[in-house]
């Protein structure tokens, strides 16, 4: 069965992608590899995941050979917060595509609402010595970022632009005042955030949801000791048991029947394929809502696995509530 899409802009995204967080140097070309040979027509990059090279090199290898086209292939990358500067942005995007080598991306989201530090010592996450945050001193707005990123759709660098990770105060400061409209917002979103608020505001505007961090981050490098494991969840396996399918797969389909896109990451041969083999079930509304009440054990809105704390005192923070 194929694999369905959702628009995302003047583009339809499979639903189902290879995300590349945390897939450490080594592995992760021949995870998107793997993926790409194996029927994936979606993968989900980042210049702060310091593994774009990699990634662009098994790129190459796939497409040169031919059975797999570039344009048969929906590539995300994302605009870090170290590049939020107007001058900054274009050079961002230059390097991005010349480490995947391509021509264009498919989508380019603003990673995160804050701007940070361009040029400081400590680099990609500027941080001073009590563990703050550094801002970009220059204070550029959203609307002047977003300025030049329509630029680059001006100039066929991409096809389409969004936003990662930001709120809907934030997301309303664009969309009333832009040119483009935002494609896309990527946000975390799992049974225990499933942020439901947001993607009831992307549904009414005609935004992309895309979903990352579909399982909750169990084997992240950054997990919390109190975190709870997700896909041991018991209605989570129940539901699992009742379709004959694992808790991961009842996840990822979890985001198919609310209507988004998701992109579970794996590097792992056997369930990059399983976290693909979703359309052969769907899930009851009552399925989908029972999972949704899950996030009812935690105080609201839910759960983030991904809240980057550290940055928590920047005047963007797009979770302050959640402090």
Excluded at 18 to 25: C, H, R
Excluded at 65 to 79: C, D, I, N, Q
Excluded at 303 to 318: D, L
């Amino acid at each position: 069965m194929a694999m369905p899409t959702i628009q995302c802009g003047v583009s339809d995204m499979p639903v189902v992608g290879l995300g590349t967080w945390q897939s450490d140097p080594g592995v992760v070309g021949a995870a998107v590899e793997h993926a790409l040979n194996n029927n994936y027509k979606h993968i989900d990059c980042a210049m702060v995941y310091c593994n774009e090279e990699e990634v662009g090199a098994a790129f190459n290898k796939v497409f040169s050979a031919g059975e797999v086209k570039r344009e048969e292939v929906f590539v995300t990358s994302k605009l870090w917060c170290t590049n939020q500067r107007p001058d900054k942005v274009a050079a961002a995007c230059a390097k991005t595509l010349s480490d995947l080598q391509l021509d264009y991306l498919d989508l380019y989201l603003i990673h995160w609402p804050m701007h940070l530090h361009p040029e400081h010592e400590k680099g990609l996450f500027p941080l001073d010595d009590e563990g703050k945050c550094i801002p970009d001193p220059s204070n550029p707005t959203f609307a002047q970022v977003w300025t030049e990123m329509e630029k680059l759709v001006d100039e066929g660098k991409c096809k389409n632009i969004g936003l990662s990770n930001f709120n809907i105060e934030q997301i309303e400061s664009i969309v009333t005042d832009c040119r483009i409209k935002p494609a896309c917002l990527q946000v975390e979103s799992h049974p225990q955030l499933p942020n439901l608020g947001l993607l009831e505001y992307c549904k009414k505007n005609g935004i992309a949801f895309v979903a990352y961090s579909p399982l909750a981050n169990p084997g992240s490098k950054f997990r919390r000791p109190e975190q709870k494991n997700l896909l041991e969840n018991e209605v989570v396996k129940g539901i699992a048991e009742a379709h004959s399918v694992t808790p991961g797969q009842v996840l990822i389909r979890y985001q198919v029947d609310k209507g988004n896109a998701v992109i579970p990451k794996s590097v792992t041969p056997s369930r990059i394929v399983e976290n693909l083999a979703v359309t052969g079930f769907s899930l009851s509304p009552e399925e989908v809502d029972k999972l949704s009440d899950i996030s009812k054990d935690f105080p609201a809105p839910g759960y983030r696995t991904c809240g980057v704390k550290h940055f928590g005192g920047h005047i963007n923070y797009p979770f302050k509530s959640e402090l």
